[in-house]
């Protein structure tokens, strides 16, 4: 079975600083895609950023960036000089390619962003 | 603007009732998804179709329903079988290529469900 473990179920960071939010999965597939995903207090899910398991280069998005290592079937989230707006949970997500749009997600890390 | 359309926003449901959840779309996607998310948890997927007509049951199906009657449209119905209905749901869609690697969903902005 296809799983994604996200083992920080809280963590909080003070504005500018820079947070990193850890996610691992476990799958026999080689070719995939993963995800993280935010739901502010609005609850409405929002994707941050996008990893294809073939390509080498990590994802960048402005501020968030990951740590893509698909040996070690890890896949954190980078946030630098975070803001009070990135306060949110954060959930990571992965997908194989033969799935189509089946999305598999972490129990989430509740993110805190103080001033 | 081009989204997608979940209402209620809240529902409430008496004991033995069925109750449906709506989901619409205008962004001409082919797939869509229904997840449940409880409190601390990650979302599990109970239905998903990938075109009209068709649909497969996800990881959570035992106690909903759900139809695929027009493309843009993925109602979501919590039969009274399902014993715990309390949850926030969720819809979504995504574009379906033959070029995989630009798929994503799009979520909606969810219905809360309470059993009075």
């Known amino acids: 079975a296809q799983t994604v473990t996200q083992s920080q179920p809280e963590m909080s960071v003070q504005e500018a600083e820079t947070v990193t939010l850890s996610c691992t999965y476990d799958?026999?597939?080689?070719?995939?895609?993963l995800f993280w995903y935010k739901q502010p207090p609005s609850r409405q899910m929002i994707l941050v950023i996008r990893?294809?398991?073939?390509?080498?280069q990590n994802a960048t998005e402005n501020r968030f960036s990951v740590n893509f290592q698909k040996a070690a079937k890890s896949f954190s989230l980078k946030i630098s000089d975070s803001q009070l707006g990135d306060t949110a949970m954060y959930f990571c997500?992965?997908?194989?390619?033969?799935?189509?749009?089946?999305?598999?997600f972490g129990q989430g890390t509740e993110l805190s962003v103080k001033p | 603007d081009g989204g997608i359309t979940q209402s209620p926003k809240y529902l409430f449901r008496k004991e033995g009732q069925n109750v449906t959840l709506s989901c619409e779309q205008n962004?001409?996607?082919?797939?869509m998804y229904w997840y449940r998310q409880d409190p601390g948890q990650g979302l599990r997927l109970i239905y998903y179709?990938?075109?009209?007509?068709?649909?497969q049951k996800g990881d959570i199906a035992e106690g909903y329903s759900v139809s695929r009657e027009k493309k843009e449209s993925f109602p979501l119905t919590v039969t009274s079988a399902q014993k715990n209905p309390t949850a926030f749901y969720l819809c979504?869609?995504?574009?379906?290529?033959?070029?995989?690697?630009?798929?994503?969903?799009?979520f909606g902005s969810g219905t809360q469900l309470s059993v009075l």
């Open positions: 997500a992965f997908m194989t390619a033969n799935q189509g749009g089946k999305l598999i």
């Open positions: 962004l001409n996607h082919d797939a």
């Open positions: 979504a869609s995504s574009i379906r290529t033959f070029l995989f690697y630009n798929e994503k969903l799009f």
């Open positions: 799958t026999s597939e080689n070719n995939y895609y």
């Open positions: 179709s990938q075109i009209v007509n068709d649909f």
């Open positions: 990893q294809e398991a073939y390509k080498q």
